[in-house]
């Protein structure tokens, strides 16, 4: 596991991200060029080694995110960690809005779109269902028997 100051000094090559002291030693990183009202890609990193990644738009990951689409860091590798901070930054730097087609059994077609963080779920020109999060709206599809697909 790498200690507070590697994460630190990983974190401070990405030139495009501010940091931010917050309470009780812990640091968080924006990133002030962010198309999207989401600016804080590193968040509450703490003197133990804790903290988070905002991976919530990354289209690919082969990490858990949670429910404010945040992944922990605390045992990422120098080359994971780095990953995933450009990673994040660039879900956060395209300027077309994100969209995603899915699919159930019976060939019914949803759009996911991502409209101004809300992400809303689209049957046609019809708004089906409108979500906080992406993983909110994820779980839905799922549940409904949605597949994403390419």
């Given at each position: 596991m790498l200690t507070f100051e590697e994460k630190l000094?990983?974190?401070?090559?990405?030139?495009?991200l501010e940091r931010h002291e917050v309470s009780l030693g812990q640091v968080n990183y924006h990133y002030e060029d962010s198309v999207y009202d989401k600016k804080v890609i590193v968040y509450h990193l703490h003197p133990n080694g804790n903290g988070f990644v905002f991976a919530e738009m990354i289209e690919e990951k082969d990490y858990p995110v949670d429910k404010k689409g945040m992944v922990n860091i605390r045992d990422?590798?120098?080359?994971?960690?780095?990953?995933?901070?450009?990673?994040?930054?660039?879900?956060l730097s395209e300027s077309d809005p994100h969209e995603e087609n899915w699919k159930d059994k019976e060939n019914n077609k949803l759009v996911l779109v991502n409209d101004y963080d809300t992400w809303n779920v689209y049957a046609g020109e019809l708004l089906d269902a409108s979500f906080a999060t992406y993983n909110s709206a994820v779980d839905y599809l799922q549940q409904e028997g949605f597949k994403r697909i390419e």
């Open positions: 000094t990983i974190i401070d090559t990405f030139s495009e990422f590798s120098e080359e994971k960690l780095r990953t995933v901070i450009q990673q994040s930054i660039e879900s």
